[in-house]
C-alpha cells in the first residue's frame, strides 16, 4: 500500500541531514577532483603494446 504524502519525520530528517552533512565532507575532501577514482582497472588496448611480463 501507497502511504499518503506527510510531512518527513524527525528520524528521517535526522538521517537526511547526516548523509547530506557526509556528502558535504566527502566533496570538501576530494575537491578539486578531476576525474572520479575508478574501482577497475581497464583491459589493455593495441596501443598499449604487450603487458609487462607476458614473455
Known amino acids: 500500500m501507497i502511504r499518503p504524502h506527510t510531512e518527513p519525520t524527525s528520524p528521517e530528517l535526522t538521517?537526511?541531514?547526516r548523509l547530506?552533512?557526509?556528502l558535504e565532507e566527502g566533496?570538501?575532501?576530494t575537491f578539486p577532483g578531476?576525474?572520479?577514482?575508478s574501482v577497475t582497472q581497464p583491459s589493455?588496448?593495441?596501443e598499449?603494446?604487450?603487458a609487462k611480463g607476458a614473455n
Open 27 to 29: 566533496l570538501e575532501e
Open 34 to 37: 578531476s576525474d572520479p577514482v
Open 20 to 22: 547530506d552533512d557526509e
Open 44 to 46: 589493455p588496448t593495441r
Open 48 to 50: 598499449d603494446g604487450p
Open 15 to 17: 538521517e537526511k541531514k
